[in-house]
């Protein structure tokens, strides 16, 4: 049994108190430091609260890896303490020109393990799922939503009860090895920065920065699919693009889109904004028109009457390497005396608790070191 503030978590999102609760379970001291007044300011408070299946990643990356795990520890964890929760499965629709773009996603779902149907045809999608369209579509029956702000409390009453203390309003930074919460030095023997938005201001090791995403949301008002509906992602960006997603209170929404929203590491963003000049002007009329939202929706729900009025924000921190270049995995940086996650965005809710026990069992492992 390890005594004290052994390990400090700087961040109280998803990851970060997952990683505290495992750490605490293994006799572990830890405090968790939240630069905001309250739980859910960034990404694991912004999200499509969607549960997904892990069909979409390359197999074998900690995505697929970390999804399908998490996404079974997350469901006992929500059966448990009695979370909101509906399993309503997925579609995903493709259009003419996507053929090769679906068959890749049909081969990673089977060489993932995810269950998965190919309705291969339009009428096959249309008995199945008459308000969507398209030439085929994959069913992903395993998918569910949930309300990932209570899904967060509930983890932090229970990181509490096995001793893990929380502080809000505690803006951490990092001089080297030092952490500084408040100004104040606190010295943990081990620090793990699960922070977000934030990671910049903590890692000194710059192979990776983060720039922030912001993606609206507007209400989809008729008709309401009871399953959520997504395009065929591109492969060449980590975004999953406009999709209309059921919410567990009966409310269903189209969003998000992906624009450049603060931190912004200058000379890194331009290296992205060349790299990705006609998606991220395809991506900048939704953000801030009803009427191009609605476009994009249609594409694959004809019938869909989409809101004037954005309803909430998405948010996004992603990794960007010294290149300009988005990171399509999960990123997890060791430093000394420090662990720090770079890069945890969709599936990171889904996959949360993976993650965190992945992150704790490595920082056992130094801490027995």
Not at 11 to 18: D, K, M, N, Q, R
Not at 68 to 74: H, Q, V
Request: glycine share 10%; charged share 20%.
């Amino acid at each position: 049994m390890l005594d004290g503030m052994d390990v400090a978590v700087v961040g109280a999102g998803l990851v970060g108190i997952s990683t505290a609760l495992h750490l605490a379970r293994r006799g572990v001291g830890v405090t968790v430091y939240e630069a905001a007044p309250s739980l859910g300011a960034g990404q694991s408070g912004h999200n499509s609260n969607v549960i997904h299946s892990g069909a979409f990643y390359v197999p074998g990356s900690l995505k697929a890896d970390f999804a399908i795990r998490g996404r079974g520890m997350l469901e006992d964890f929500i059966h448990a303490n009695m979370l909101p929760y509906r399993r309503v499965g997925k579609l995903v629709v493709q259009q003419k020109g996507e053929d090769e773009r679906f068959d890749e996603l049909v081969k990673r779902a089977s060489a993932n393990g995810v269950e998965a149907t190919v309705l291969d045809s339009r009428s096959a999608l249309h008995d199945f799922e008459p308000l969507a369209s398209g030439e085929r579509a994959l069913l992903l029956p395993s998918v569910a939503v949930t309300d990932f702000g209570q899904v967060l409390k509930a983890l932090v009453d229970e990181a509490s009860l096995a001793g893990v203390e929380v502080k809000f309003m505690s803006p951490c930074v990092m001089e080297g090895t030092r952490l500084l919460a408040n100004d104040r030095d606190i010295k943990p023997r081990h620090t793990v920065v699960a922070a977000g938005t934030g990671f910049n201001r903590l890692c000194g090791d710059k192979a990776w920065r983060v720039i922030g995403f912001k993606g609206a949301y507007r209400s989809v008002t008729s008709p309401k699919p009871e399953r959520p509906i997504y395009a065929v992602p591109d492969p060449r960006y980590p975004f999953l693009g406009v999709h209309v997603t059921p919410a567990i209170d009966g409310t269903v929404t189209a969003g998000p889109n992906a624009t450049m929203h603060p931190p912004i590491v200058a000379g890194r963003a331009l290296m992205l904004a060349a790299r990705n000049v006609r998606r991220g002007l395809a991506e900048l009329p939704a953000r801030f028109s009803s009427t191009a939202m609605r476009a994009h929706v249609r594409r694959y729900v004809p019938d869909a009457v989409v809101g004037r009025e954005v309803v909430k924000y998405g948010v996004r921190a992603q990794a960007v390497d010294r290149r300009g270049r988005y990171a399509d995995d999960f990123v997890i940086v060791d430093g000394p005396g420090a662990t720090f996650i770079a890069n945890a965005p969709s599936p990171g809710a889904t996959a949360c608790l993976a993650i965190g026990e992945h992150i704790a069992t490595g920082v056992l492992q130094r801490l027995a070191g």
